[in-house]
């Protein structure tokens, strides 16, 4: 791996930067792998390297039906917080968040993370009851929140609209300070090319069409339309395609798979200085490092494949939008997409072991999965290295919904779905 | 947007109408003999498929009835609608992917 530092693009500069190398490998499938780990998001793509760099194992593959960082971890609006209600949630959300505080370094990859501060907007009585238990928990908990007034809230978020005649004016706001941003693409390729160099194969346009399995029922090897690639471990980390593929297997999921969107504006000078949320009127803003203000909307109501939304879902954001931050009123927006998430009935993801000896699957991360990339997948290279979940995954289990040990942030609304 | 077109009104744009995921999903006969695994079932599993899905939809600001639906959700175009209770009709072969 050529490492990136101050003294290299010194050096790179004398040679017309001719000399930088491809940042990993475009991989063809061997015949056989110890492990295979289906889908090259963030999440799939941390957890080959955590394989490879935490547990030994460096006869791995990452096959991708289309190329690396393609999916939801290119489209989303790149939020990291950690501030959710239950122990469970908070543990696993924080231990992903103290990752990211490091991640450029470990990965030599500036992943330009930002804990410029994330702000959650109450309009209500109930919000801010809401909102304060949230406060009162994470507290609890050991994760930083606090209460803001108003006058606070515009204070560190000086375009926030706090006047008291519109249909929902700011109340307060709860503001967890180490949460942020993060540029998504560069998680993608900072862990694909520190995977790379410990030899794990990256294998894009690689589409799964079925899984064997053998006499026992264990899982044998991959179908893809570049071949069959025997594995005795497969760890399905497909977002919103989750289903598909485990369905090759004969698991069923609690899932349904949702378009959910979010749009850019034109780019502008600085104008706001951290993330602001709103679960009430369904709108959340921040600004990137190019000025564009990214905007994420709703899910559609239906499930979907398309990556497309209905325009009426960001329609209705950017009128709270404007509501909200009067500023932008005239700003033309450049570019809405949209991203499949996989929704679980809580609302909490799933890391964990399957029915299926040799299958593991990481999913269910619906609406907000980007925040908890690298701790989501050094969590599941753990449960897949060792056959089975650490301590911090373990209530993550597809089993919790036979068992009524659900962990309901759908309830607790740790954001609007 | 979509248009939904209701077997009892006629097309309307998909605001009126409220989703009701997934149709033909029936509850336990016996609830009080359903194993865990059962109920599991019922309550959480679903198809998710990628291709023709039978789904349900609530004229909520219409007529107020639920009907049945199959679209494709890999381009969400409606092959056909029906009445609550109807079986699906038959779709064109090569619908299910």
Not at chain 1, 17 to 30: D, E, I, L, N, V
Not at chain 1, 65 to 82: A, E, L, P
């Amino acid at each position: 791996m050529q490492k990136f530092s101050a003294w290299a693009l010194f050096k790179e500069a004398f040679g017309g930067h001719q000399g930088w190398k491809s940042q990993y490998r475009r991989a063809t499938p061997k015949a056989e792998y110890d492990a295979i780990i289906v889908g090259g998001g963030g999440h799939g793509l941390g957890a080959a390297y955590y394989l490879a760099a935490e547990h030994g194992l460096t006869n791995i593959a990452v096959v991708e039906k289309g190329w690396i960082g393609g999916g939801n971890t290119g489209r989303n609006t790149t939020i990291i917080r950690s501030n959710y209600l239950f122990d469970e949630s908070a543990r696993l959300y924080d231990h992903s968040l103290k990752m990211w505080e490091d991640l450029s370094q470990v990965l030599n990859y500036n992943t330009m993370f930002s804990p410029r501060g994330v702000m959650m907007l109450a309009h209500t009585v109930h919000d801010m009851q809401v909102i304060k238990r949230h406060v009162h928990a994470n507290r609890g908990n050991a994760v930083d929140n606090e209460w803001l007034t108003p006058e606070q809230a515009k204070e560190f978020c000086p375009i926030l609209n706090i006047e008291q005649n519109i249909r929902y004016p700011v109340v307060g706001a709860a503001l967890q300070r180490r949460g942020g941003t993060s540029r998504h693409d560069t998680v993608a390729w900072g862990y694909a090319r520190a995977a790379d160099a410990l030899g794990v194969d990256i294998i894009e346009n690689c589409e799964v069409t079925g899984i064997r399995r053998d006499a026992h029922g264990a899982v044998e090897g991959l179908e893809t339309t570049r071949g069959y690639i025997r594995s005795a471990k497969i760890g399905v980390s497909a977002a919103g395609n989750t289903s598909v593929v485990l369905d090759y297997a004969g698991v069923k999921l609690p899932l349904e798979s949702f378009p959910l969107q979010a749009l850019v504006s034109e780019p502008v000078k600085p104008i706001m200085p951290c993330v602001v949320m709103s679960n009430t009127i369904h709108a959340y803003m921040s600004q990137s490092d190019k000025g564009e203000l990214v905007i994420g909307a709703g899910t559609d109501a239906y499930n979907s494949y398309t990556q497309r939304g209905g325009l009426h879902i960001s329609a209705h954001t950017l009128e709270s939008i404007c509501e909200l931050f009067p500023v932008v009123r005239r700003m033309k927006m450049l570019r809405n997409w949209g991203g499949i998430v996989d929704t679980t009935p809580d609302r909490s993801p799933i890391i964990a072991k399957t029915p299926v000896k040799g299958l593991y699957v990481n999913c269910g991360w619906g609406t907000g999965g980007f925040k908890a990339t690298p701790g989501s997948a050094h969590l599941f290279a753990w449960t897949i290295a060792k056959d089975e979940p650490h301590p911090i995954n373990a209530p993550f289990t597809i089993e919790r919904f036979r068992d009524g040990l659900l962990i309901d942030e759908a309830a607790a609304a740790a954001v609007a779905h | 947007m979509l248009i939904i077109d209701c077997p009892y009104c006629g097309p309307r744009p998909e605001p009126e109408f409220t989703h009701g995921g997934e149709a033909h999903i029936a509850r336990p006969a016996d609830p009080s003999q359903a194993t865990d695994q059962q109920w599991l079932e019922f309550l959480y599993l679903r198809k998710n498929t990628r291709g023709v899905f039978a789904e349900r939809w609530r004229h909520a600001r219409g007529c107020g009835r639920f009907f049945n639906a199959l679209r494709d959700t890999t381009t969400d175009q409606f092959l056909a609608t029906y009445r609550a209770g109807q079986k699906p009709p038959a779709v064109p072969v090569g619908g299910e992917r």
